[in-house]
């Protein structure tokens, strides 16, 4: 098993930048490929961006692309997301995700393990 803690949300107005952190314990970190999702009220949970094991690949959703860079650091067991020039509809729970089999995976099941996720709420 591997642990993952998401840590900076909050409250943002639209136009600003939050940096999302996710700490990983557990088994090597190195070897995950690692992915962010969020999931707004009353809806499913959707994928925002993955990264290779290397930390060179990268994918985003098509809502995302220009604004949000996805990142690791493995000597820090860490992947972040910064998010930049928030909009009102980013407002969603952010969940990050690791995969032991696969690289840039964007569908849930395609995932072993999961944060609890952190409160991104951006205000208009």
């Known amino acids: 098993q591997v642990q993952l803690v998401e840590s900076g949300g909050g409250l943002v107005q639209a136009g600003g930048s939050l940096r999302l952190s996710c700490a990983a314990s557990?088994?090597?970190?190195?070897?995950?490929?690692m992915g962010w999702f969020r999931q707004a009220p009353g809806k499913a949970r959707e994928f925002v961006a993955a990264?290779?094991?290397?930390?060179?690949?990268?994918y985003y959703t098509d809502s995302v692309k220009g604004r949000f860079t996805i990142s690791r650091d493995n000597a820090k067991n860490t992947v972040y997301l910064q998010m930049n020039s928030l909009k009102p509809e980013d407002t969603a729970v952010y969940y990050c995700?690791?995969?032991?089999?696969?690289?840039?995976?964007?569908?849930?099941?395609?995932?072993?393990?999961w944060g609890q996720g952190t409160q991104v709420t951006v205000s208009s």
């Open positions: 995700a690791a995969d032991q089999r696969r690289n840039l995976g964007r569908a849930t099941y395609e995932y072993d393990y």
């Open positions: 557990g088994r090597t970190f190195s070897n995950y490929a």
């Open positions: 990264l290779s094991r290397s930390g060179v690949g990268t």
